[in-house]
Nanobody, 114 residues
Framework: VQLVESGGGLVQAGGSLRLSCVAS????????MGWYRQAPGNQRELVAR???????NYADSVKGRFTISRDNIFKTVYLQMDTLKPEDTAVYYC?????????WGQGTQVTVSS
């Protein structure tokens, strides 16, 4: 299973970015796909997750600013990030839960300048 992320970059505070993650190498529908992030010196944390049922989870720190969505066949997941803050700066990782295994992308850097 391969997860390929795109869409990171540098943006000013208050700006927006959209991350994409495409899953390949499996014919099994993921149970869930999501985004995690890790800032220097911090543990990796859940940002947002969407289940095959459509149910979503968000970290409290991003509620109302970030929106996770997926395509109909659940091979691509998106993270729309609005009203970005400097504290959102981190490497963002795509995650897919397939059967009982976790798969990770290589990460994409998001940097928000003040």
């Amino acid at each position: 299973v391969q997860l390929v992320e795109s869409g990171g970059g540098l943006v000013q505070a208050g700006g927006s970015l959209r991350l994409s993650c495409v899953a390949s190498g499996t014919g099994i529908r993921p149970t869930a796909m999501g985004w995690y992030r890790q800032a220097p010196g911090n543990q990796r944390e859940l940002v947002a997750r969407i289940f095959s049922t459509g149910i979503t989870n968000y970290a409290d720190s991003v509620k109302g600013r970030f929106t996770i969505s997926r395509d109909n066949i659940f091979k691509t997941v998106y993270l729309q990030m609005d009203t970005l803050k400097p504290e959102d700066t981190a490497v963002y990782y795509c995650n897919a839960q397939i059967v009982r295994s976790d798969y990770w992308g290589q990460g994409t850097q998001v940097t928000v300048s003040s």
